[in-house]
């Protein structure tokens, strides 16, 4: 399906319509260039239709029904509470499909002719698209994103094993469902899943969330033991047969379904990089320079295709900076990317803590007002900062922590430092005050918090 008629020659080809695509579609029309996208399934790619969007639609409500059946705390008592899985899909699918028709939108908008179809380099300068259609381009950028790592043994077959794209697209809840990986995917599945009253186990070869913040894990955990989610580490998968999935350690785990979250690879499949002077490296990721330029002077690329961190809001970026580096020098230069785990309570990080040199300040929610009020004081704000006070890393474990991580990485990309945002007027009772308390204790002067001299 062609949105327009499709041009022979044109400035700019885009291969892939995701976030990190169509952005820097829009961005290179915004500079007078002719651009074609070329996607071959929907607009928004991954992130609108399958991951993000999704995940964050399901957590949500999985939220509502967990704290409307968990809210006698408070004084309320509600009964004969439900789900309706199909009701519950289908909204689901109605966000995806008004954000892909707004994405659609914007390319109409912004003159870009969007081609549904598969895409093939035929040299440096051309594309092969449906039909056989050949479009010469002046630039070409590649969005193209990734797909979900295989398990040997435990293969997609869209049926009992799936990956995370069909466990975010069922319309009915699974009564035990079992999680193979540990990562950030796995436990933002594995916790909505649970609240939605499946009996769900998580299965590690280390430890979950191994790459975070060991304070922030311990919370998480604690938190998923509440929730009755099992936890197997240092653990893998033997075999699954009748709804029963055998582990190297002789535990056997009764499980519907199986999630296999184990990691992503490029997506590079027949785009036919061969023909031109694109290079990979070991791991199959197509490498850039600081302008995301490949190492053919006419191609860009953009997104989870060049590697770590794979993070829809590092594909936006880049897809600013490409869609302006098809016209002249632009840099993807920023210091930080945040990270947001959907866990419960959310973990958050921007910049370095891990850094020993570091001076670390820590404020526990404990002390927060709003997190007293709505009975949510598992967590922290963490701020790593150096000798001269300068702030290079925050780490928040806390509700709504997606929400306060955008003043920790603006500070640090501002080079600020503990009295920049302890002197900067927080407002009152919210979770952003953690920040500030927490430059407070850096600073050896808390309010809210009482240190030992």
Request: charged residues 20%; aromatic residues 8%.
């Amino acid at each position: 399906m062609v949105m327009g008629s499709i041009p022979e020659n044109v400035d700019v080809a885009v291969v892939g319509g995701g976030l990190g695509g169509y952005i820097s579609a829009i961005r290179a029309s915004q500079l007078g260039l002719n651009v074609v996208l070329v996607e071959k399934h929907k607009l928004g790619g991954h992130c609108l239709n399958y991951a993000c969007i999704p995940s964050k639609t399901l957590i949500h409500i999985s939220d509502i029904l967990y704290n409307a059946k968990n809210s006698q705390n408070f004084g309320i008592n509600a009964s004969d509470i439900s789900i309706d899985a199909k009701k519950m899909y289908e909204y689901r699918i109605n966000v995806s499909k008004k954000l892909e028709q707004g994405v659609e939108f914007l390319c109409k908008s912004n003159d870009i002719e969007v081609i549904k179809s598969e895409a093939t380099f035929l040299s440096s300068n051309s594309l092969q698209v449906s039909d056989g259609i050949k479009i010469n381009f002046k630039k070409a950028i590649i969005a193209t994103g990734s797909e979900p790592v295989e398990l040997k043994g435990f293969e997609f077959n869209n049926i009992n094993i799936l990956d995370y794209k069909k466990a975010l697209s069922l319309d009915k809840i699974p009564e035990s469902i079992a999680i193979i990986g540990a990562g950030f995917v796995s436990i933002e599945i594995g916790t909505l899943y649970a609240k939605l009253g499946s009996k769900v186990s998580i299965i590690s070869r280390s430890d979950i969330l191994s790459n975070f913040d060991p304070d922030a894990v311990a919370i998480i955990k604690k938190r998923m033991q509440i929730l009755n989610i099992n936890i197997y580490t240092n653990s893998t998968p033997v075999s699954y047969k009748d709804n029963v999935l055998e582990l190297n350690n002789g535990s056997k785990i009764i499980a519907e379904l199986i999630v296999v979250s184990i990691g992503m690879y490029p997506y590079t499949q027949n785009l036919g990089l061969e023909n031109t002077k694109v290079q990979t490296d070991k791991k199959g990721f197509v490498i850039t320079d600081n302008k995301l330029y490949t190492t053919d002077e006419n191609i860009l690329a953009v997104g989870d295709v060049i590697g770590q961190p794979m993070l829809a809001h590092k594909a936006i970026r880049q897809g600013i900076v490409a869609g302006e580096s098809v016209k002249s020098p632009a840099f993807f230069d920023n210091i930080v990317i945040p990270y947001v785990v959907f866990s419960d309570p959310e973990i958050a990080v921007a910049g370095d803590i891990k850094t020993s040199s570091l001076k670390i300040a820590k404020f526990p929610l404990t002390a927060l007002g709003r997190a007293i009020a709505f009975n949510r004081t598992d967590g922290f704000v963490k701020i790593a900062y150096n000798e001269d006070n300068i702030v290079k890393g925050i780490e928040i474990v806390s509700e709504d922590a997606n929400a306060l991580i955008s003043e920790a990485a603006l500070a640090i990309e501002m080079g600020a430092t503990l009295e920049d945002i302890a002197d900067t007027i927080h407002p009152h009772p919210t979770f952003a005050e953690s920040i500030q308390e927490a430059a407070e204790i850096g600073l050896g002067r808390p309010v809210h918090f009482f240190i030992k001299k």
